[in-house]
Nanobody, 113 residues
């Protein structure tokens, strides 16, 4: 069974870059046709899809976040990562990595000075 685990700082200052990593076990991020996503949920709001990196390294981003978002991967570590630049308090959320029906447990990121 695929397991995903998010890691990264829980507190980021405004204007800085938020960086999170998702470590995958029980499956490979290079498995054909697999897709590896980042999703977030701000307090009191619904889930927001941020972007995805496919098994072949192709990336796709939410139009509303595209200018600030980058998703990359390290196949040697079976990890994929999220970077969100120029963060504001509105980027405070629980951030999840996901693949198919499998979700990480989520990690709280607060943007505050």
């Amino acid at each position: 069974q695929v397991q995903l685990r998010e890691s990264g700082p829980g507190l980021v200052k405004p204007s800085q870059t938020l960086s999170l990593t998702c470590t995958v076990s029980g499956g490979s991020i290079t498995t054909s046709y697999s897709r590896w996503s980042w999703i977030r949920q701000p307090p009191g709001k619904g889930l927001e899809w941020m972007g995805v990196i496919d098994y072949d390294g192709s990336t796709y981003y939410s139009p509303s976040l595209k200018s600030r978002t980058s998703i990359s991967r390290d196949t040697s570590k079976n990890q994929f990562s999220l970077q969100l630049s120029s963060v504001t308090p509105e980027d405070t959320a629980v951030y999840y990595c996901k693949a198919s029906a499998y979700w990480g447990q989520g990690t709280q990121v607060t943007v505050s000075s």
